[in-house]
């Protein structure tokens, strides 16, 4: 799951301190790792019976939610008449493509997961297109096509190779995807607190209606497992709206890419997954992509 699907705005909150930002996406690409792997342990067997990926959604929601919640208390911040429709739109879009992740996250390699969730800003680009009347430039349709030509390398297509599975990972960033362009029409009109908490207000309305038809009683770990998750996509979230605010985009969204790193150690370390050299050559291509993406992105917005 990208981190930059996790905001609407980042404006300056803070002065300028480019260290921090970084320590803070670092810390940020850290929890988010660990979201992914809360889902695989919940969606296998490793804690009980393998959770179906809607009821992870919701620990995911409703203890982020909880979270939030708390941290609003404590900081007693102004909020603003929201955006209801905004929200809404964005809401279902990010609770569909967390879902899909969760799934993917249960079923492929972590890495796998991880580097093609690394496709939602250039989705969220081609999305635009149509739905924004933005116009895209051949550096970034380059880097569009270099993200997703990684994409196919990590489907292995083939009859003995192809990862049905990734297909959700790829389903996850399309909607991920589509969240930008409601993120991107919410930008500047709210504060980020008053964001993450309608969406995760809304989020977790969405999922105690969704889980009642797959609801099974988690044991104690996975209660525990789902309060980590929650309580790590909270941290995750201020953690990357703490870097933006410290430091331009295009200097701090490159750090974003070491979730792989992360997510690769977490799954081999707990799960003794391994990448092999299709895994290294799918998600260097995506982050390369990604890369140029962001870094033209960051050339446009200093113009």
């Known amino acids: 799951m990208h981190l930059m699907t996790t905001t609407a705005t980042t404006t300056a909150l803070a002065r300028p301190n480019p260290g921090l930002a970084i320590a803070f996406m670092l810390s940020a690409t850290a929890f988010i790792a660990g979201t992914t792997l809360a889902a695989k342990a919940l969606g296998t067997d490793a804690l009980g019976p393998a959770m179906h990926p809607l009821q992870v959604t919701f620990g995911r929601f409703l203890f982020a939610f909880l979270t939030i919640a708390t941290a609003i208390i404590a900081l007693r911040p102004t909020f603003r008449a929201p955006n209801v429709r905004l929200h809404i739109g964005r809401t279902l879009c990010g609770f569909a493509g967390v879902t899909l992740m969760f799934a993917a996250a249960a079923r492929i390699p972590l890495s796998d997961a991880t580097a093609i969730s690394f496709l939602n800003p250039v989705f969220g680009m ?105 309580v790590m996509m909270a941290a995750a979230q201020a953690c990357f709206v703490n870097a933006m605010a410290r430091a331009d985009a295009s200097f701090v969204t490159p750090f974003s890419y070491v979730t792989l790193i992360f997510a690769t150690l977490y799954d081999a370390l707990l799960f003794d997954v391994i990448p092999d050299g299709i895994s290294i050559l799918g998600a260097a291509i995506i982050i390369v992509g990604a890369a140029i993406l962001a870094w033209r992105e960051g050339r446009l917005r200093g113009k």
Do not use: D, H, Y
């Not at 990684?150 to 969240?179: I, N, S, Y």
């Not at 009109?189 to 964001?195: F, K, V």
């Open 126 to 230: 081609l999305l635009a297109i149509p739905l924004l009347g933005e116009r895209v430039g051949k550096w970034r349709w380059f880097a569009a096509i270099l993200a997703l030509l990684g994409a196919f390398v990590l489907l292995r297509p083939g009859p003995e190779t192809f990862q049905a599975a990734a297909l959700l990972a790829l389903g996850a960033a399309m909607m991920l995807g589509l969240e930008l362009i409601f993120i991107k029409r919410l930008a500047g009109r709210e504060g980020p607190l008053q964001i993450l908490f309608t969406n995760n207000g809304l989020g977790l309305i969405i999922a105690c209606v969704a889980v009642i038809a797959v609801w099974q009683s988690p044991t104690p770990a996975q209660w525990g497992v789902m309060a980590g998750l929650g």
